[in-house]
């Protein structure tokens, strides 16, 4: 239970409290994998180029990785040695979906509000179409659980409205189960790559 505005307590609904103890296991399996392998991130991005999931004229983003999750800086270096665009999102102070700002080695970093870094406001902002996202526990159906915050739900749902978009959640193999509770507004991506593919 916990408490509303007016002081009386009120139940966590069933949903919200799966998801809540699958974030707190999979924190702790997310750990032990990394600690366990520090090279996923080019693997995963060797495997991402490899299976074609990246187009050449994709403007792709990425993420600059927090905690433990996959590093996937040696691609985002990559794609921009090729001259390929690379954005990074920008998490708004509200709930709202998040920017892109496309980076080059060049692009200065600020932290977010997040905890994430992003590019500075001069950055040009970007529309992706092809989507690579960190995630905490995903399922064969595409379903994913994030950190809570709804960020990447509101984003694919609006850029899925506004356009065409690929979704990709990048994980470690061991962050697989069997089903990821969901509600409405979460959204399923189109595949998860991880360092077994």
């Known amino acids: 239970a916990r408490p509303n505005p007016l002081g009386r307590l009120t139940a966590v609904p069933p949903i919200q409290k799966a998801k809540a103890e699958l974030r707190t296991e999979m924190r702790a399996r997310h750990r032990s994998l990394a ?3 520090p090279n996923a991130g080019q693997v995963i991005g060797d495997l991402a180029l ?4 990246i187009p050449p004229d994709a403007i792709t983003a990425l993420f600059w990785p927090i905690g433990d ?3 996937l800086r040696p691609l985002l270096e990559r794609l921009a040695r090729e001259g ?3 954005v990074l999102p920008c998490t ?3 709930p709202a979906p998040l920017i892109f700002r496309r980076w ?5 970093l600020k932290p977010g509000p997040m905890r994430t870094m992003e590019p500075n406001p001069g950055a040009p902002e970007l529309v992706p179409n092809v989507l690579l996202l960190p995630l905490l526990a995903f399922d064969s159906a595409g379903r994913r659980i994030g950190y809570g915050g709804g960020y990447y ?3 694919l749902k609006a850029l899925r409205q506004s356009g065409s978009i690929k979704a990709f959640g990048v994980a470690f193999a061991g962050q697989q189960v069997p089903r990821v509770p969901t509600d409405a507004l979460d959204q399923q991506l189109d595949g998860v790559i991880t360092e077994r593919g």
Request: hydrophobic content about 20%; charged content about 30%; proline content about 12%.
């Open 35 to 37: 600690a366990n392998q």
């Open 50 to 53: 490899a299976q074609g999931l």
């Open 92 to 94: 708004p102070n509200e």
């Open 84 to 86: 390929r665009p690379v």
């Open 153 to 155: 739900d509101r984003t």
């Open 104 to 108: 080059t080695p060049e692009t200065s």
């Open 69 to 71: 999750e996959v590093d």
